[in-house]
């Protein structure tokens, strides 16, 4: 099992159809002990029995708007867990009318949130991780291709996707000289609690299971296996960088 020993922290499990949720299966198949965070406070009962199908696993709340709580949520670990060895981020908002209103009418509140909560957080959870992250540690972020090419209806989140992937880069360069590496998965679209957001979601569905290689849409399983690849040891030479996950589809063209 390539995560024997290794402690994961899962941040962003909404439900059983959150990519969180696919990380954490494969991270607990590969032997990992996993502990999560969630935001907000509706959901706590449904999110705790979710997570309890995982044995010893700890869930944690965490805004990460919030960076005093992003700080306290890493020493409360540290305190209860010890050293952990990777961090995976997935979480992202943007507000609905943002979304739906196209990129020239995004607020400017609009656009400072869902930088806020999809990018600058990433930055806030590697500044705190960092201190408790054993030598070898990884952190992960996962993206969209919607912050390389138009994506429909994607607008402002693929602005947010997009400094998320160049602070990828630049974290990435801070953190190796600890030995510690940072990148993003692009995963390709899955029907989650925040794909539903997107206008047209199923159109981009569709169009993977048409046009993509391998002509099918991804799991949120098999973005959690490339997670834990990231994790291992066997991605020790991998850092800065955004790795697709999305059955090929970003290679192709008209
Ligand atoms: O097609 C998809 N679903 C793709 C998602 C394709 C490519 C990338 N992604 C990314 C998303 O942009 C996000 O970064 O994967 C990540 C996870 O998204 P998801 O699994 O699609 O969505 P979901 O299950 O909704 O989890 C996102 C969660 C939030 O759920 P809600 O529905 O409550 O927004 O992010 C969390 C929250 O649990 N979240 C926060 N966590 C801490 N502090 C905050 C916050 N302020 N805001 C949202």
Known sequence: MILKDKKILIMGIRNKWSIAWGAAQSAHEQGAEVIFTYHGTENVQKIEDLVSEIPRSKIYPCDVTDDNEVEELFSIIEKEHGKIDGVLHSIAHA??????NGMINTSKEGFKHAHDVSAYSFVAVCR?????LNPGGSLVALTYYGADKVMQGYNVMGAAKAALQTSVMYLSQDL???????????AGPIKTLSAKAIKDFNVMLEMVEERSPLRRNVTQKEVGDVATFLFSELSSSITGQTIFSDNGMSIMGI
Do not use: E, P
Request: without cysteine.
């Open 176 to 186: 190796g000289v600890d030995n510690i590496r940072v990148n993003a998965i692009s």
């Open 128 to 132: 705190y991780a960092k201190k408790v």
């Open 95 to 100: 507000n609905m009318d943002d979304l739906r």
